[in-house]
């Protein structure tokens, strides 16, 4: 697959893993991140990813840094959104500001990525968007609202413009993980995440190569007939 992809949040956790597929899958890879540079600059050093700072909450900056990247790599033909952020709180503690941000970045941060890289992809007859939604966001969670909102909406997103995209080659498609071994799930305590294993049919915590494979197969050549489509990885824990 000789495509061009960018993928947002592509420097760590799970976007790293669907990062480093692409470019093993064939891709010219671009990584976007927001403000770990350290994460960044080790992670271009190990892969030879390049990565671009900017926020995927920000219109304007994601206007002008898809810019740059199709100037240093070529248009863009596969974009993965998967930058996202939690800002938990039960309902009557959650202020304004964390349900903002969240909805800011996890829902907003898809379209102001998607809105710029659109009318290339159109003109040239083909594009792949994959945005990263949520188990959480297809079953609602206890302390999430802002988040599960957010993600039902990347959901909401990817079916409507799935439609709009059909007959332009365009393929639209929201791949939901599971509970996934990155570094936020390996931190909370060992009791907590046996809890959370107990709850998962195969017994264990996704990987994220698991996540990154699935966004692999859609992102490719011969995934145009599945579009609108959301595809749960979750290890039997939930059906939708
Ligand atoms: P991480 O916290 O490990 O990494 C998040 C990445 O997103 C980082 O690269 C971060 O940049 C970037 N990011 C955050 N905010 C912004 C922003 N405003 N603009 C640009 N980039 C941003 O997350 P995960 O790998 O765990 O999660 C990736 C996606 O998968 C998220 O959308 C998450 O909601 C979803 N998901 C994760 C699950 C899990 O079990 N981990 C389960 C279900 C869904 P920086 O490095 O600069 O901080």
Redesign the pocket.
């Given at each position: 697959m000789t495509r061009t992809a960018i993928v947002?949040?592509?420097?760590?956790?799970?976007?790293?893993a669907i990062s480093k597929a692409l470019q093993a899958a064939g891709c010219k890879v671009a990584a976007?991140?927001?403000?770990?540079d350290e994460?960044?600059a080790a992670f271009t050093k190990e892969t030879g990813i390049p990565t671009y700072?900017?926020?995927?909450?920000d219109y304007d900056a994601c206007a002008a840094g898809i810019a740059k990247v199709e100037a240093d790599l070529g248009p863009i033909e596969v974009l993965v959104n998967?930058?996202?952020?939690?800002r938990d709180a039960p309902f009557h503690k959650m202020t304004a500001g964390k349900w903002r941000d969240v909805i800011d970045?996890?829902l907003s941060?898809i379209f102001n990525m998607t809105h710029p890289v659109w009318p290339g992809m159109r003109e040239r007859g083909f594009g792949r968007i994959i945005n990263?939604?949520?188990?959480?966001g297809q079953k609602g969670q206890f302390g999430q609202v802002n988040?599960s909102a957010a993600?039902a909406g990347d959901i909401g997103f990817t079916r409507a413009l799935a439609q709009e995209g059909a007959a332009k080659g365009i393929t639209v498609n929201a791949v939901?993980?599971?509970?996934?071994a990155?570094?936020?799930?390996m931190a909370v305590p060992e009791q907590v995440r046996e809890a959370i294993v107990g709850q998962i049919p195969v017994g264990r915590l996704?990987e994220?190569d698991e996540?990154a494979r699935c966004v692999t197969f859609l992102a490719s050549d011969e995934a145009g007939f599945i579009t609108g489509s959301t595809i749960s990885a979750n290890g039997g824990q939930y059906f939708s």
């Open positions: 947002t949040g592509g420097s760590r956790g799970i976007g790293a976007n991140y927001a403000g770990n994460a960044a700072k900017w926020s995927v909450a998967n930058a996202g952020i939690t970045t996890n941060g990263i939604s949520s188990l959480n988040y993600k939901c993980p599971g509970y996934i990155t570094e936020m799930v996704g994220v996540i």
